[in-house]
């Protein structure tokens, strides 16, 4: 069984940072596919982020570019997010995720950009002020 806690949300004013973490339990990093997602208020859940690292292919949304980093740490169950440079337009409810059918980079990117994942964490909130 899947489980997973995102943490690290909060608020901080534009241009700062703040690195989101997801403690994942039932799950192997090795090969797998996984992701960030967010919701902001009035908009449809977008993917922030997308790794697999089987085939050490990554994906970012064309809003984060150049701003966020997705990353494995190794030794732990953790998947991170590395948030800079942060904006008003980032505010968000954050989602870690996963998913076993995403075998391969392409379905793994074509699930991921369509919010099609398995299993999800609760969500944690980053709100950035002006």
């Known amino acids: 069984q899947v489980h997973m806690v995102e943490s690290g949300g909060g608020s901080v004013q534009a241009g700062g940072s703040l690195r989101l973490s997801c403690v994942v339990s039932?799950?192997?990093?090795?090969?797998?596919?996984m992701g960030w997602f967010r919701q902001a208020p009035g908009k449809e859940r977008e993917a922030v982020a997308l790794?697999?690292?089987?085939?050490?292919?990554?994906y970012y949304a064309d809003s984060v570019k150049g701003r966020f980093a997705i990353s494995q740490d190794n030794g732990e169950n953790t998947l991170s997010l590395a948030m800079d440079n942060l904006a008003p337009n980032d505010t968000a409810t954050y989602y870690c995720?996963?998913?076993?059918?995403?075998?391969?980079?392409?379905?793994?990117?074509?699930?991921?950009?369509?919010?099609?994942?398995?299993?999800w964490g609760q969500g944690t909130q980053v709100t950035v002020s002006s």
């Open positions: 790794i697999y690292k089987g085939a050490g292919s990554t």
């Open positions: 995720a996963a998913d076993r059918w995403g075998a391969n980079w392409y379905s793994c990117l074509t699930r991921g950009r369509g919010g099609q994942f398995e299993y």
């Open positions: 039932g799950y192997t990093y090795s090969g797998t596919c």
